[in-house]
């Protein structure tokens, strides 16, 4: 499966983005996918999840109810609405595809096998 995460941009504080990640070359569908992000000096970083149904999420505490993760399989691709901006979600973010059990969601980097380029979101305050 490749990947190609897009959307990015600079962004005021409390204004809103969606990312989109582009799925081609496998089986996207049967896959559990998610986000991650990595800001300047600090580990990569969860920040949401998603079953291969989408009937399952997950997010981390730092977005929860700003963030919503969700998934078109019949486009092969996955998105992240993001609304109320804040400078510490300035970050690269990260698409991943997993080839575990598509049912399940994962929070840990090492559980996906695909990852996508990333792309940079800039929130300013």
């Known amino acids: 499966v490749q990947l190609q995460a897009s959307g990015g941009g600079l962004m005021q504080a409390g204004g809103s983005l969606r990312l989109s990640c582009a799925a081609s070359g496998g089986t996207f569908s049967t896959c559990s996918l998610g986000w991650f992000r990595q800001a300047p000096g600090k580990e990569r970083e969860f920040v949401a999840a998603i079953s291969w149904s989408g009937g399952s999420t997950k997010y981390a505490d730092s977005v929860k109810g700003r963030f919503t993760i969700s998934r078109d399989n019949a486009k092969t691709t996955m998105y992240l609405q993001m609304n109320s901006l804040k400078p510490e979600d300035t970050a690269v973010y990260y698409c991943?595809?997993?080839?575990?059990?598509?049912?399940?969601?994962?929070?840990?980097?090492?559980?996906?096998?695909?990852w996508g380029q990333g792309t940079l979101v800039t929130v300013s305050s």
């Open positions: 991943a595809a997993s080839k575990a059990a598509a049912w399940l969601i994962y929070i840990r980097s090492s559980q996906y096998d695909y």
